[in-house]
């Protein structure tokens, strides 16, 4: 199972672009409001009806947890105290953790996830990866880090994903249908 965090303020494409993604490569992914209310409301209005709420699910042996960025969405979920515990349990055990945008740094940066990972991350946000390296890519896999830097590295995001839970030639064939490849001139 692939658990995808929304927090009130999320950042509507990164999140729903990986979610469309992990779908089409046959993965079961389920999106969690962590706030009391299934109706979750995007950093531009969008309302978004999550999966489940944060206490219905048990996140043990989860495949991936997923962190979308946006303000203030990214503050909301490393304010949500037992998520925090989660990310930092899974981060121990080495269990896959992704984070795109504002994420990383004032999720995974803040409770000291990223120390001596290279990371991605929306510009501006740099100061917050205390111990990290900081890389400009637009996606960046360090173990079992998955970072990317914002809204338009969305795709990429949602390919290296796919790529790391289903297989690099299931990744492969859904940018190709997706027409992302040629967007991209491949």
Do not use: W
């Not at 927090?7 to 079961?28: N, Q, T, V």
């Not at 490393?78 to 349990?89: F, G, N, R, S, W």
């Not at 637009?138 to 390919?159: C, H, M, Q, R, S």
């Amino acid at each position: 199972m692939i658990y995808v965090f929304l927090a009130e303020g999320f950042e509507e494409s990164e999140a729903i672009i990986p979610i469309d993604i992990l779908r089409r490569a046959g993965k079961d992914v389920v999106t969690v409001s962590i706030s009391d209310s299934k109706a979750v409301i995007s950093s531009h209005g969008v309302t978004v009806m999550a999966d489940t709420l944060f206490d219905e699910n048990d996140y043990d042996g989860a495949e991936l947890v997923v962190l979308p960025g946006g303000m203030p969405g990214a503050a909301n979920l490393y304010d949500c105290e037992p998520l925090a515990d989660i990310l930092v349990e899974r981060n121990r055990k080495g269990e896959r953790i992704a984070a795109i945008c504002a994420a990383p740094a004032v999720v995974l940066g803040q409770l000291g996830i990223i120390k001596g990972k290279r990371v991605a991350c929306y510009p501006g946000f740099e100061e917050m990866l205390e111990g990290a390296e900081y890389t400009r890519e637009l996606v960046e896999t360090d173990g079992n880090i998955t970072t990317a830097e914002g809204p338009a590295a969305a795709f990429p995001f949602g390919y290296e994903l796919a790529s790391l839970v289903a297989s690099p030639e299931i990744a492969s064939k859904i940018a190709e249908g997706m027409r992302f490849k040629h967007l991209m001139g491949e």
